[in-house]
């Protein structure tokens, strides 16, 4: 494929609104790549969790579904990015997602010589509150599930390891409404900043085609520029 050639890094950046797909689309593209997914939604639920000072500090944001500060996510990233499982490459889902956040990954990428690809994964806004409020997800490995288009064999439980699945606190209806705000005010406009400047951002239709189809599209994206 790279006929031995040493290519730069690539760090593939999914873009879009909450339900968009990006988790789902970061561990299909993991499969294909090897990349690892950088996901900062998954890393701050890890802290929650573990009721750890990070944890105690963003729990009360995350719950009313607002943004977290741009600093710690910043720092959460930079160390990660440093490990040697990114050397070749990584996914980031769901970062950047404020214009500052962008700019510093910008920074960070460019110190490191890795390439930034951007992909916007486009989805109609009422399947996304379709897709947002039917999903489940296993606590233990992290599939999706969604009760409507993905439906596990057995109700509530997941195919791959027997766990009892859950509905995750900030996928109620009230929270799910927040979070599309947070997207429009916040995140969104961090598109216009892309093109501004210069980043290679494609579009992606994320509403139509089953997700291994989408997968393979931004493969090739990533792959050939398109
Ligand atoms: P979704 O994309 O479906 O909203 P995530 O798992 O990516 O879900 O994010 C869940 C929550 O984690 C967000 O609502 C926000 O509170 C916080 N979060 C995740 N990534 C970031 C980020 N890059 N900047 C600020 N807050 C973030």
New binding site residues.
């Given amino acids: 494929m790279n006929n031995g050639q040493k290519r730069s890094p690539r760090a593939v950046v999914l873009f879009?609104?909450?339900?968009?797909g990006?988790?789902t689309q970061a561990k299909l593209l993991t499969e294909r790549t090897g990349f690892p997914q950088i996901?900062?939604?998954?890393?701050?639920?890890e802290h929650v969790q573990a009721g750890d000072e990070i944890g105690r500090e963003?729990a009360k944001?995350?719950h009313?579904?607002?943004?977290?500060?741009?600093e710690?996510?910043n720092a959460l990233?930079k160390q990660r990015v440093a490990r040697p499982d990114c050397r070749d490459g990584f996914i980031l889902?769901?970062?950047?997602?404020?214009q500052q956040?962008a700019e510093r990954l910008g920074v960070l990428l460019e110190g490191r010589g890795i390439d930034q690809v951007v992909i916007h994964l486009v989805v109609d806004y009422n399947k996304v509150i379709a897709r947002?409020s039917g999903r489940r997800q296993c606590p233990v490995c992290g599939t999706l599930y969604n009760v409507l288009s993905r439906p596990p064999k057995q109700a509530d439980v997941c195919d791959l390891d027997g766990a009892g699945l859950v509905i995750?606190e900030?996928?109620s209806e009230a929270?799910i409404r927040e979070?599309l705000e947070?997207?429009e005010r916040q995140t969104r406009p961090v598109l216009e900043y892309f093109h501004s400047a210069g980043r290679r951002l494609y579009e992606v239709d994320a509403g139509r085609e089953v997700p291994p189809v989408v997968c393979e599209r931004i493969y090739k994206l990533i792959e050939n520029g398109g």
């Fill in positions: 879009g609104p909450p339900g968009s990006k988790g996901s900062t939604g998954d890393m701050l639920r963003v944001l995350m009313a579904g607002s943004l977290v500060p741009d710690l996510v990233v889902d769901g970062y950047p997602r404020t956040q947002l995750r900030d996928d929270v979070r947070e997207y």
